[in-house]
């Protein structure tokens, strides 16, 4: 994060590797060989805490390039692991929220992801006998921090900007809830020398999290790129992004999920959310009374009368830089695509 100047990001979205998940051992082991020797003698405590002094590296960076009043939304998983046959739990969402209090963030109410799944030996321990038996781990933490006093809209720009990009009052209802029960997406990678599987995670995550927390125009960063779910969340809420990933080999799969990605395919996401717009307006029993002009229909709420969404036009790659150009979203986009259309964004 050297290249990015102080205090120059709107919001974070990103999902670190997790501490203590075997799959990660390598590459934290390549920052810091304290961490292999830890496993080798044994000592998963000492590991585990060497793990998060390398992730803090990061968290202290993020507290440097974040504008004061912006948002950090991290998806971290708690870890579970059997080190000389002592099966433990490690904690990372916690030892991830200390580190955000220590920096002088604002822990705010954070989001428990319960990843949907139908593992039919999914139960831990000794099955039907006490008291060995362990209770499932089926849910990540999406853990949201504030640096300092909550962002200020002061101008008449800053204002109009940020009435473009409200969300649904239906939508409000579904993302502000503390529990997101969503399924998991492909983890499936075929890069040669890179990792077997991706870790990414699906795409409504960050895409929610970006409109959330996060106004036109504003930067996103997400530290641990991946495949690049995050920007293609930014581009299509119309969002600038920056994103860093330490694999190099998985520049060429981030490139071709964006660039050769059919522009419609992409722009469903985009349609899906008007049209499921549409059917809350006519399953809705009472009349609705305020006027979104931008688009022509009626909404639940006078917040929601300047919300304007547009869709993309032209995506052009030049110095591993996407430029989108957007065009606006009218009636005919509405009445030409089906409900239930949306893209499935896979991660490989």
């Known amino acids: 994060m050297v290249g990015i100047e102080d205090e120059t990001v709107d919001l974070i979205v990103t999902s670190p590797p997790y501490p203590m998940i075997e799959m990660w051992d390598g590459i934290f082991s390549e920052q810091n060989q304290r961490i292999k020797c830890a496993f080798e003698y044994s000592d998963g405590k000492k590991a585990f805490d060497l793990m998060h002094d390398e992730l803090n590296l990061v968290w202290n960076e993020i507290n440097r390039v974040l504008k004061p009043g912006a948002i950090t939304c991290i998806n971290i998983g708690d870890a579970t692991r059997t080190i000389e046959g002592n099966f433990a739990l490690y904690p990372n969402h916690q030892k991830v929220i200390e580190k955000f209090i220590e920096l002088g963030h604002y822990n705010l109410p954070n989001i428990l992801w319960r990843k949907v799944t139908n593992a039919p030996n999914k139960f831990m321990g000794s099955g039907m006998l006490p008291v060995g038996a362990y209770v499932t781990l089926e849910h990540e933490w999406i853990l949201i ?29 579904i993302w502000f809830n503390d529990l997101w029960n969503l399924q998991g997406t492909n983890q499936k990678l075929k890069i040669k020398n890179s990792r077997d599987r991706s870790a990414a995670f699906p795409f409504e995550i960050p895409y929610r999290l970006i409109n959330m927390f996060s106004v036109k125009g504003d930067v996103v960063l997400d530290p641990f790129l991946g495949t690049g779910t995050t920007t293609i969340a930014s581009i299509l809420s119309e969002r600038n992004s920056i994103g860093i990933e330490i694999d190099t080999e998985l520049s060429g799969t981030i490139k071709n999920r964006i660039i050769n990605q059919p522009i419609k395919n992409l722009n469903n996401v985009v349609r899906e959310r008007i049209n499921q717009h549409h059917k809350f307006i006519l399953q809705n029993q009472k009349p609705l009374k305020y006027y979104n002009s931008n688009h022509e229909f009626l909404v639940k709420t006078k917040q929601e009368m300047n ?5 993309v036009h032209k995506l052009v790659y030049e110095d591993s830089t996407f430029f989108a150009h957007y065009r606006e979203f009218d009636k005919y986009d509405s009445e030409n695509f089906q409900l239930g259309n949306l893209l499935k964004i896979e991660s490989a």
């Open 307 to 311: 919300l304007k969404v547009n869709l």
């Open 145 to 173: 921090f504030r640096k300092g006093r909550r962002r200020q809209f002061k101008s008449e720009n800053e204002k109009g900007n940020r009435n473009e990009s409200a969300f649904f009052w239906e939508e409000r209802n």
